[in-house]
């Protein structure tokens, strides 16, 4: 069975950093794209960033880019993402996923196609 575990989450005040965390167990997400999404209260979940099998490829919502970095490794099973220049904006809990069929091009317009999801970490950003 395949768990997500993200972690890294915290309250932290208009300006600050957070490094996300999203260890995976039960399989290996080598060759997946990897990535992360958010969702705000009374909001629909949204697409944040994803990154390819190998890293070569980054890709960003337009709400982070600039900001944010996503980054990982797969001797770890792990996939990050750094925030920094937080706004109160970016409040929401922030959930890991993976897919290796859908090109990352198309995750923001297709984030119900994804299946299951971890219980997420908490962002909080204080004005």
């Known amino acids: 069975q395949v768990q997500r575990v993200e972690s890294g989450g915290g309250l932290v005040q208009t300006g600050g950093s957070l490094k996300l965390s999203c260890v995976a167990s039960?399989?290996?997400?080598?060759?997946?794209?990897r990535g992360w999404f958010r969702q705000a209260p009374g909001k629909e979940r949204e697409f944040v960033a994803a990154?390819?099998?190998?890293?070569?490829?980054?890709y960003y919502s337009d709400s982070v880019k600039g900001r944010f970095t996503i980054s990982r490794d797969n001797a770890e099973n792990t996939v990050y993402l750094q925030m920094n220049s937080l706004k109160p904006e970016d409040t929401a809990v922030y959930y890991c996923?993976?897919?290796?069929?859908?090109?990352?091009?198309?995750?923001?317009?297709?984030?119900?196609?994804?299946?299951?999801w971890g219980q997420g970490t908490q962002v909080t950003v204080s004005s």
């Open positions: 990154i390819t099998w190998n890293g070569g490829r980054t």
């Open positions: 039960g399989r290996t997400f080598n060759g997946y794209t």
């Open positions: 996923n993976a897919d290796f069929k859908l090109p990352p091009q198309l995750w923001a317009t297709n984030v119900g196609s994804f299946g299951s």
